[in-house]
């Protein structure tokens, strides 16, 4: 089968693609970075250069392929950015309809169910409201928790402050994943192709308070007794903006931070529980913690 993995060589994208590679068949990596033609080649894989933002190339891409796996790439310069992560969902439709694609994986978020609220994930829910108005594809939206190495961002506090600390709420439990374990849920809906119309998948690796989170991830450098110290919103942007993100950037992280304090974030996937954890619980990311702290 042909398949086409959005994301370039991404934390979730390489291994999808490789796996999909590794099972014979053929894979087209869509990259923003013609640097990486070398890299996605010595995959297995066929590199395709070009934007996201740009509907005749995602139409040229897509065309012919069996299905593809869609997912918004990071955008921190965005001057709105829920905007333009529900124009990249509108411009994956247009190009999706123009090529007659009939199957999608969409990579999307717990949270997603929330127009609003949620930060970026609020950007995701017209991503999906977009492939789901797509007439005769079957979409499958995978909704995984937080990743593990969004907790690298925390290195600088832990350095230089000895917490670790986010506006999520006192001993709030974490919906938490590998990206392996998303490209392993992935390869499987994109090899099966079993899926049907519209429909949602949620993803976790592990559930962690705040506090398990520190004491697994300061075990890992020595530090124990690492503490998690509760921010209020105002503090979060505050500190978000001291270490440099831009102010719409910075919004939108401490907004949905107070969407996983309030517990909204997380209430449809506790209705729609994945039957089995992804197989990389989070002390087996641990040294990847403590090595990136070591080299900080």
């Known amino acids: ?7 370039s ?16 068949h ?6 923003s970075k013609s640097e990486k033609v070398a890299q996605i080649e010595a995959l297995g894989a066929k590199a395709a250069i ?22 918004v790439p990071p955008n921190l310069g965005a001057g709105d950015w829920k905007k333009y992560i529900a124009g990249i969902g509108e411009n994956y439709a247009e190009a999706i309809h123009a090529s007659g694609v009939k199957n999608v994986v969409n990579l999307s978020s717990l949270g997603a169910h929330m127009p609003e609220g949620c930060g970026p994930v609020s950007g995701l829910y ?10 005769g594809v079957n979409v499958k939206h995978l909704r995984p928790g ?21 506006n999520y709420g006192e001993g709030t439990t974490l919906v938490i994943v590998h990206p392996d374990d998303i490209a392993e849920v992935a390869a499987e809906e994109l090899l099966g192709l079993s899926f049907k119309g519209k429909s949602v998948r949620y993803i976790a690796s592990d559930e962690k308070t ?33 270490a440099g993100l831009p102010e719409e950037i910075a919004k939108n992280y401490a907004e949905m931070g107070s969407a ?19 197989k990389t619980k989070l002390e087996a990311f641990a040294p990847v913690f403590a090595a990136v702290f070591a080299q900080s």
């Open 146 to 166: 937080f990743f593990y190495p969004n907790f690298l961002a925390n290195v600088g506090m832990v350095k230089h402050a000895g917490i670790m600390g986010g």
């Open 260 to 278: 996983m304090r309030s517990g909204e974030m997380a209430s449809a996937y506790l209705k729609n529980k994945p039957t089995a954890f992804g």
């Open 50 to 71: 070009g934007s996201v933002e740009d509907i005749a190339f995602l139409t040229k891409i897509f065309t012919g392929a069996d299905a593809i796996y869609t997912m």
């Open 9 to 24: 060589l991404g934390n979730i994208s390489k291994p999808l693609a490789e796996k999909l590679v590794a099972a014979g």
């Open 210 to 242: 705040t506090h398990e989170v520190a004491a697994i991830l300061g075990k890992a450098i020595g530090k124990p007794e690492l503490p998690w110290v509760n921010f209020n919103d105002e503090e979060t942007l505050a500190g978000l903006l001291q």
């Open 1 to 7: 089968m042909k398949f086409v993995v959005t994301g």
């Open 26 to 31: 053929n894979v087209t990596v869509v990259s």
């Open 126 to 135: 017209f991503v999906e409201k977009a492939l789901n108005n797509l007439e």
